[in-house]
């Protein structure tokens, strides 16, 4: 920890407690503020000793950066998180008044019964008579023991420090639960935390946290068949459509582990979500309204934190006049993926049946929801477009793949009529872009996290409307996409049986690494430069597909 501002004792002296501990003393009737940083976003134990200071009020302020004057919404205005010129800080508190009983011997401590989110502190001390002797003031790291294997490299210098800010994201998620953010509400949510068990697998191959935090959900379950949008969780919170991301869980735990006794467990559970979707169809055969704004009904049709949607919490206006496109996307995504975890398990009748609902689901959107040029819209007859429906309209191959490209490239293309995807939904626009051929756009889509680098912080934030979280791990994006899409290393079939290395270049030179897998390690390099190179290994054991089609392309450029 380093001193970045004090008004009593000296920086030489607080630095001399912080990194040698050396003691010291805070005169009788004496205020003393102190604002220390950890260096980087932190979850931690902290730890405070002192000696004598009988009645001395002692104030721990956590904060994840500075803070401008106003507010959006209930939320300070941020910009660059260590401007402690013009900012301030803003967060929780603890309180703490001295007993006076410590000593040289035993002195008198302070430790939180829970961990604290920090990446700055700011200390206050109010002394009485009796001058206060500070003995030492540290914190303990806490987190998931992640261990990564993984690690991979590009042409792009700026890739590093993106990765890095990445990691820690993750890590700072990852407690006996994933979370949603550490700083504040601390909940495991369903849409945040498909990625993390995805990022996680990646990096370590590891599941032990994935399956706690699958069954967590699947004892969550409602009388309706939706899930808990966040669990554990002691209120109810409904978000429809991320009972889905649940079965994208089990779905991702087959195509890494093929645990089938997990599969079946959970059989029940995602069959009590598709019908509960299934139900809520319109007469038309989309999924009709299920829900509405945050706080202003029973459920929250969240879909993501973009500025277009920033006066509806998140939701696509279209909500406002009826039913949303996405969460009958949502709904065939889910069967879809339903059916494939249900065919490899054997139960063919049940997988073909999933998938017959699929279809008709996707007749009713071409048909209903299908406006201008092809585009789909954000609602059933409502001339509102956003990036999103088009993403997940070719996930799904609702629409071909011809159309579905051009839908989207007047996304990319026109930013300014269509809400974007922002940091919650990059990592299924990403794929879409992969999908169609247009992955080159990542480039412009990850400036996002270059932005998040420029502005100080050390984490990924959640989104850029509001930036409420500085630490949200659906934004550890490139800790999936330089493994699996730069590289190109994914599971051929269930259980990583097999792998398929496909390398995406897009605007890259060249790229290397080792991805560790449930099967072990596999090593890839490739280079576009000159005339081309390709190279991997991996273990004797495993079937290795490797297809060059994407690099062939640009070598031949």
Known sequence: ???????????????????????????????????????????????????????????????EGYVQDGYHKEFPIKKNRNDWINGHLDGFEDYYLSAGYGNEDIPEEYEPFWFRTFRFIRLEIETKEEPLIISRLDYTETGYPLEVRTQASASDPTLKAVWDISERTLRRCMHETYEDCPFYEQLQYAMDARTEILYTYVLSADDRLARKCIDDFRRSQRYDGLLNCSYPCVMPNVIPGFSIYYIFMLYDHMMYFDDRELLEEHMPTMMGILNYFHRNRAEEGYVKKLGGLNGRG?????????????????????????????????????????????????HKEQADFYLERAQAVQVSIRKYCT??????????????????????????????????????????????????CSVAMAFYLFRALQKVDLYKWTEEYSKLWLRMLEKGLTTCAEDEVGERSDCHAWGALLLYELPAAVLGVQPAGPGYQAVIIRPEPGNLEHAEGNVWTPKGMIRVSWSVKGEGAFSYEGPENMEIIADTSLLEKAWCQ
């Open 371 to 420: 406006g201008e040029d092809g585009m789909l819209q954000d609602g059933p007859g409502i001339e509102q477009y956003s990036q999103h429906v088009q993403v997940f309209s070719i996930l799904t191959e609702t629409i071909d793949q011809e159309q579905g490209r051009k839908n989207l490239e007047k996304t990319l293309l026109y930013p300014q009529d269509y809400a974007q």
């Open 298 to 346: 029973t459920n929250w049709s969240f879909i993501d934190w973009t500025p277009e949607w920033d006066d509806t919490t998140g939701v696509p206006s279209a909500i406002l006049e009826g039913a949303i496109t996405m969460e009958s996307l949502l709904y065939v995504a889910g069967l879809q993926h339903g059916a494939a975890i249900l065919k490899h398990l054997g």
């Open 1 to 63: 920890m380093t001193v970045v501002r004090e008004s009593v004792n000296s920086k030489a002296a607080w630095e001399a407690l912080l990194q040698d501990d050396q003691k010291l003393t805070i005169p009788g009737h004496t205020k003393e503020i102190l604002e220390i940083n950890a260096g980087e976003e932190m979850t931690a134990y902290v730890n405070l000793a002192v000696e004598r200071g009988t009645g001395a009020k002692i104030r721990l302020l956590y904060s």
